[in-house]
């Protein structure tokens, strides 16, 4: 009786763990997130993690219905982890449809998120990378400035900071790549605007993170089946901020995330 007793608790204990998952939300009070682990894993070894942020009226739902994203964390042996805004677009510093909105919210959600699914599930916490694109571009950048140390790395793409580049970020120093299309026309690599409010410039921000950083070229790298062609930078510490261009417009491809990810593990980032 005893052992039955034991083993139930046990259940319900698993049970209330992993309570949530790829198709089914992970509660944060009136927020959530979907989490995927690798096919087959054991569910006790720690693994590293892909945090995706969508773009504008994307969901986080969606992003975990992406079965080639799912495949590729899969294969990459991590987790995938897909958040959500509030409404149909990301709350950021100065954008156009929520500039009046508190922005500290957005900041503190993924604060919440990396605590409870590092508590909840064995994710190495040393091992995360925050990535998105297009307006998930522009949450990656913010996160970038405003909690560098939440992530090992971070790869934004096609999105970038609204106005202005910020004048200061907070330390320490992160390990970014910048994914973007040459000829990419909704959000262009010298920006528009929208509503008023100007897209930022992506060579300002690159070149102003390089100054914060410290950064200084170190050559360039290519991978001719994505068609992109890098610009390689490290400071003194080997953070790294590399920039990485492709011949097209704006565009999400799934095999972008996965070369980021195996970009920073070759540098022994992740």
């Known amino acids: 009786m005893r052992f039955v007793f034991g083993l139930m608790c046990l259940i319900f204990a698993g049970s209330t763990a992993w309570a949530c998952g790829p198709d089914s939300k992970c509660r944060l009070g009136d927020r959530h997130y979907y989490i995927a682990l690798p096919e087959g894993h054991d569910g ?13 009226q994307g969901t986080a739902k969606g992003v975990m219905g992406n079965e080639t994203l799912r495949g590729i964390a899969s294969e990459l042996g991590v987790a995938l982890i897909a958040v959500k805004s509030i409404g149909e ?9 929520n500039a009046v909105r508190n922005v500290n919210g957005t900041f503190r959600y993924f604060d919440a998120v990396v605590r409870d699914a590092t508590s909840r599930f064995p994710i190495d916490p040393d091992r995360m990378m925050a990535t998105g694109y297009s307006a998930g571009g522009m949450v990656t950048w913010n996160l970038v400035c405003q909690r560098p140390q939440l992530f090992a790395a971070f790869a934004p793409m096609a999105g970038t900071f609204w106005k202005n580049p910020p004048r200061r970020c907070r330390k320490p120093v992160a390990n970014v790549l910048h994914i973007h299309g040459l000829t990419d026309k909704t959000v262009p690599m010298e920006g528009r605007v929208i509503n008023g409010v100007r897209q930022g410039n992506v060579t300002k921000v690159m070149r102003r993170y390089k100054r914060m950083g410290r950064f200084r070229a170190a050559g360039r790298s290519s991978n001719a089946v994505l068609e992109l062609s890098c610009k390689l930078s490290r400071n003194r510490k080997g953070k790294m901020l590399d920039l990485c261009l492709y011949p097209g417009r704006h565009k999400y491809d799934s095999r972008y995330v996965e070369f980021a990810w195996k970009h920073f593990v070759k540098a022994g980032v992740l």
């Open 44 to 56: 006790r070894s720690q693994v590293g993690a892909i945090l995706f942020s969508h773009g504008l």
């Open 89 to 97: 677009d990301w709350t950021l510093p100065n954008g156009p449809r």
